[in-house]
């Protein structure tokens, strides 16, 4: 007897996990729009390693300064997890949470995954901007930042963890295989 095919299976990996792309979609426009709003010639080495994004050019976007969190504009905490200032800086942000957004998606479904991008996202980005200034003195009260670095690096906890409290499971848990979307890993 042939089993039915599963539809998640056969679906194309992005497609599968729909938050994740449509979240790496809106980083790579962002990028774009940045760059178009620079308004200046490209030059390849700031493009690519250094800064392309200007920091007028990327507070206008949403970045963060602890200057601004302290004024009020929590908004910023989260529209921060957008702005790149590179391409080096996208791309490796890209990778690492295309791959783990995957994963992450798979286990809890879309609406969580969205969930804990915001609350990756904006609570690293607010704890670090309240830091900041004590911890680096009063000149850190304008550094900008942006970026999905809190949010990967919160994913790699997230996985790490489920991976520790779930060992014999994690290897299928990983794959994001049907058996294990209904196992222990629902209670994280």
């Given at each position: 007897?042939?089993?039915?095919?599963?539809?998640?299976?056969?679906?194309?990996?992005?497609?599968?996990?729909?938050?994740?792309?449509?979240?790496?979609?809106?980083?790579?426009?962002?990028?774009?729009?940045?760059?178009?709003?620079?308004?200046?010639?490209?030059?390849?080495?700031?493009?690519?390693y250094?800064?392309?994004?200007s920091?007028?050019?990327?507070?206008?976007?949403?970045?963060?300064?602890?200057?601004?969190?302290?004024?009020?504009?929590?908004?910023?905490t989260?529209t921060?997890?957008?702005?790149?200032?590179?391409?080096?800086h996208?791309?490796l942000?890209?990778?690492?949470?295309?791959?783990?957004?995957?994963?992450?998606?798979?286990?809890?479904?879309?609406?969580?995954?969205?969930?804990?991008?915001?609350?990756?996202?904006a609570?690293?980005?607010?704890?670090?901007?309240?830091?900041?200034?004590?911890?680096?003195?009063?000149?850190?009260?304008?550094?900008?930042?942006?970026?999905?670095?809190?949010?990967?690096?919160?994913?790699?906890?997230?996985?790490?963890v489920?991976?520790?409290?779930n060992?014999?499971?994690?290897?299928?848990?990983?794959?994001?295989?049907?058996?294990?979307?209904?196992?222990?890993?629902?209670h994280?």
């Amino acid at each position: 007897m042939v089993e039915p095919a599963d539809f998640e299976s056969d679906r194309p990996a992005l497609l599968s996990a729909p938050v994740t792309s449509i979240i790496a979609l809106a980083w790579i426009l962002m990028f774009v729009l940045l760059g178009i709003a620079r308004n200046e010639p490209i030059q390849p080495r700031s493009l690519l390693y250094g800064g392309f994004v200007s920091s007028q050019v990327s507070h206008g976007f949403g970045d963060i300064t602890p200057q601004g969190l302290y004024g009020g504009q929590l908004w910023r905490t989260l529209t921060a997890t957008f702005i790149h200032f590179n391409l080096l800086h996208l791309t490796l942000n890209l990778i690492a949470f295309v791959q783990l957004g995957r994963v992450v998606e798979s286990w809890y479904g879309s609406w969580q995954f969205l969930a804990i991008y915001v609350v990756l996202g904006a609570g690293a980005n607010l704890v670090a901007n309240l830091a900041r200034p004590w911890a680096s003195g009063a000149s850190a009260f304008v550094v900008h930042s942006g970026g999905g670095s809190t949010v990967v690096l919160g994913l790699i906890g997230l996985v790490a963890v489920v991976g520790w409290r779930n060992p014999t499971e994690f290897p299928r848990a990983a794959k994001g295989t049907e058996s294990c979307k209904t196992s222990s890993l629902n209670h994280f």
